[in-house]
């Protein structure tokens, strides 16, 4: 669920800004050739609801380094096309989702765009089946 989420996003990004700007999730130790992204989970969270009911937030911080050190403009471009194509996601099994609290920082000339992914989910419970019941219906005098 929240790789699917996270394969959504790459998903979107690389319909947005094509093949020539790749999209990484894991760590990169070496070989970061900009212009690229890198997409990192904050940290998810599950709120109760009622009944089985749970939301579960995924927020990310979808990273850009972009070709040209301290090209602000650049960076602020790059971020107005992020609100439009994480809006709406689509995950490997044909879900969308909708990125809310999108918000966007420059720092240390990397541009930083947060969203985050709510969705609900409803516990699987097995109830214990009724066991039997037998009533004894006897007219009554009265």
Same mark, same amino acid.
């Given at each position: 669920?929240?790789?699917?989420?996270?394969?959504?996003?790459?998903?979107?990004?690389?319909?947005?800004?094509?093949? @020539?700007?790749?999209?990484?999730?894991?760590?990169?130790?070496?070989?970061?050739?900009?212009?690229?992204?890198?997409? @990192?989970?904050?940290?998810?969270?599950?709120?109760?609801?009622?009944?089985?009911?749970?939301?579960?937030?995924?927020?990310?911080?979808?990273?850009?380094?972009?070709?040209?050190?301290?090209?602000?403009?650049?960076?602020?471009?790059?971020?107005?096309?992020?609100?439009?194509?994480?809006?709406?996601?689509?995950?490997?099994?044909?879900?969308?989702?909708?990125?809310?609290?999108?918000?966007? @920082?420059?720092?240390?000339?990397?541009?930083?765009?947060?969203?985050?992914?709510?969705?609900?989910?409803?516990?699987?419970?097995?109830?214990?089946?009724?066991?039997?019941?037998?009533?004894?219906?006897?007219?009554?005098?009265?």
């Amino acid at each position: 669920m929240t790789n699917g989420i996270i394969w959504g996003v790459a998903g979107a990004l690389v319909r947005e800004f094509g093949q @020539e700007c790749p999209v990484y999730q894991n760590e990169v130790t070496q070989g970061l050739e900009p212009p690229c992204f890198l997409i @990192e989970l904050l940290a998810p969270s599950r709120k109760p609801y009622l009944g089985t009911r749970q939301r579960y937030d995924v927020p990310l911080d979808v990273l850009y380094f972009g070709v040209q050190e301290g090209d602000r403009a650049a960076l602020i471009d790059v971020a107005d096309r992020l609100f439009a194509a994480l809006t709406f996601i689509e995950t490997p099994d044909g879900d969308r989702h909708r990125g809310m609290q999108m918000r966007f @920082e420059i720092q240390d000339g990397i541009l930083h765009f947060f969203v985050t992914y709510s969705l609900f989910l409803r516990q699987q419970t097995t109830l214990p089946y009724m066991e039997d019941l037998t009533t004894d219906v006897t007219p009554q005098k009265g």
